[in-house]
């Protein structure tokens, strides 16, 4: 009996086993179906995206190839390879679309990076759908020699016609780089990332070609007289002289604008101006202290301030009130701008006989004229003439304007080209642009200044180097960043430079002839403050200084021959800036990568 009942407990086991493991085998079927259709959807989708990847990298090659053609007016050429683009982005595009990459942007940990393919190639998809074909249709007219002058004059009909293609490209970039720029790098993992942050430098800099295209197409018959004569005032900085904006005003000039046509009226020096005995504007309290009242009574001091529309209507009251002129503008230039153009135009011969090329240019004007003539009245005569005759050969077309028109767009993406004008509409289009040498808005990007400015009446700066990192070292839940800024100062004079003549060492009251006395100005991003400052060998400090609500430190230090100085500013950012920092800083007498940005350490 009892072996009977185990027996049929056995039995009764076995079956119930049997059942639990007939119950399993549909379980691990259906999970070994899961687990393959996962499989294969992966590497769908991994293949989806190779084939996005190949299209993408075909859309480079076509899209620098189409930059080529249409800056050559092949227009038919240009034609072709837009259609091989257009099919290029849209394989991009469709291969990256589609529920199951939808639903893949919702899985945790890849689906940021989902996402962000997904934004960028619909981007570079309507890029090549709108933006483009207006700009190809109009490639013959913007050839580069449609931007050339003509005996002087500018072709303003020509211009208008192009309004309308380059404003829509500029427009559908506009709107695309915001999409491209809301993405978050920090959430895309493996190989994404930096294929995502190239995009975003291209798309952000063919941005801001079109835009200031855009602009200056729109502003370019009203500033160049087109509805009545304009009267500008030209600047031309010397950078052997440091301002924070680059130099000392060392020549002037007037120019006239009438029906596209540019001709010099007037040349003047800063000693024809004079000095002034009150300030000719009203300063406010915040240049008083930062500044001091001659920014606005000496022409040369004007460029103090890196705010170039302040400095422009502050030489536009001094013009006007010394010489009685009406002034509609300023322009601003300096000569390492100039040697850019020289490039394009080629060879100038002055007066005296010397010939200026693009390698001599900057040695010549802010150096070797200072060895050559001790006079600084026959110093500021040479130097206009050869500014005259530059601005000439550029205003006459001569040369390869291509070349012309390269130069001049380098040396506006390194701030050594500003423009100001009276005409509020004019200047509400270049607000935001380089050319307007604002100090920008408070934006969710930290921007810091670092300017300088020789105390010792010196040319000595054209032996002088200088560059500046940024380091983010911590950011708060409210968005604000710990950055520390150093900018290292080299001269590079030579070691007898106290025997160079005194116009170039200045006279040795501030500083030993041959040294160099500087102030640096460290303009912290608005809403911030300054910390800390740390300099070697400082002779002041003073972080007392504001621009608006930017607040600024102050050093300054006398450096030596072959001497190397570092300045640390520790600084907070404003709330919510939490992008990485952006520095601007004074024109050089060497090519320099101006507004560079650095890392974040806000995620």
């Not at 190839?65 to 099919?87: K, P, V, W």
């Not at 009245?377 to 050869?386: I, N, P, S, Y």
């Not at 000439?392 to 100001?420: F, M, N, Q, Y």
Request: glycine fraction near 8%.
């Amino acid at each position: 009996m009892a072996s009977r009942t185990r027996s049929s407990r056995s039995s009764g086991s076995a079956r119930r086993k049997s059942r639990k493991q007939r119950n399993r085998k549909p379980l691990w079927i259906g999970l070994g179906v899961v687990v393959l259709v996962a499989i294969g959807v992966v590497g769908w989708m991994g293949y989806e995206a190779s084939q996005a990847q190949k299209a993408i990298t075909s859309a480079t090659g076509e899209a620098q190839d189409l930059q080529s053609q249409i800056t050559s007016g092949d227009t038919e050429l240009a034609r072709n390879t837009l259609r091989a683009l257009q099919q290029s982005t849209t394989t991009a595009r469709t291969r990256t679309d589609g529920p199951l990459w939808g639903a893949a942007t919702h899985v945790p940990f890849v689906g940021s990076s989902v996402d962000a393919v997904q934004t960028a190639a619909d981007a570079l998809d309507d890029i090549a759908q709108r933006a483009l074909p207006p700009v190809v249709d109009t490639a013959q007219s913007l050839d580069a020699n449609t931007f050339r002058p003509k005996d002087g004059r500018f072709p303003l009909r020509e211009f208008a016609g192009l309004v309308r293609p380059v404003s829509t490209a500029a427009n559908v970039l506009t709107e695309n780089r915001r999409r491209i720029d809301a993405i978050d790098d920090s959430a895309i993992v493996g190989p994404l990332r930096k294929p995502v942050q190239e995009l975003k430098d291209k798309l952000g800099t063919a941005q801001q070609a079109a835009d200031a295209a855009a602009k200056a197409l729109r502003i370019a018959p009203r500033m160049l007289g087109a509805d009545g004569t304009r009267t500008y005032l030209v600047m031309f900085q010397n950078n052997a002289e440091s301002r924070s904006l680059g130099g000392i005003p060392g020549a002037l000039a007037l120019v006239t604008a009438r029906n596209g046509r540019l001709s010099f009226n007037q040349q003047f020096t800063i000693r024809e101006l004079g000095e002034f005995d009150d300030p000719v504007v009203r300063i406010s309290d915040d240049e008083e202290r930062t500044f001091g009242s001659l920014i606005a009574e000496d022409i040369r001091d004007t460029t103090i301030t890196p705010d170039f529309p302040r400095v422009a209507t502050i030489a536009r009251a001094m013009v006007q009130r010394s010489l009685g002129t009406k002034v509609d503008g300023v322009l601003s230039i300096d000569p390492v701008a100039l040697s850019y153009a020289l490039d394009g135009t080629g060879s100038i011969r002055l007066t005296d006989g010397r010939v200026l090329t693009s390698a001599n240019a900057v040695e010549i004007l802010l150096n070797t004229v200072y060895a050559r003539f001790p006079d600084p009245q026959v110093q500021d005569l040479f130097f206009a003439d050869a500014a005259q005759r530059i601005f000439s050969s550029v205003l006459g077309g001569r040369g390869d304007s291509r070349k012309t028109l390269e130069g001049l767009t380098k040396a506006v993406d390194e701030r050594r080209i500003l423009l100001w004008s009276a005409d509020k509409t004019v200047e509400d289009d270049l607000a935001g642009t380089r050319l307007s040498g604002e100090l920008p808005e408070p934006s969710t990007t930290p921007r810091i200044g670092v300017y300088l400015n020789d105390t010792t009446s010196s040319k000595m700066q054209y032996y002088l180097d200088w560059r500046t990192t940024v380091k983010s070292e911590g950011c708060r839940t409210d968005g604000r960043q710990t950055l520390v800024a150093t900018t290292t100062i080299t001269s590079n004079a030579p070691a007898d430079a106290a025997d160079l003549p005194q116009y170039i060492t200045g006279n040795g009251n501030r500083a030993p002839r041959g040294d160099q006395q500087l102030t640096v100005r460290v303009v912290a991003p608005a809403g911030g403050t300054v910390d800390d400052v740390k300099a070697d060998d400082a002779i002041s400090l003073d972080e007392s200084g504001r621009l608006g609500t930017r607040p600024v430190a102050y050093t300054a230090y006398v450096i030596k021959p072959g001497q190397t100085v570092t300045i640390r500013t520790t600084m907070t950012t404003g709330k919510d800036q939490r992008r990485g920092a952006v520095v601007t800083t004074t024109p050089g007498v060497q090519s320099f990568t101006q507004d560079r940005r650095f890392p974040t350490s806000c995620s």
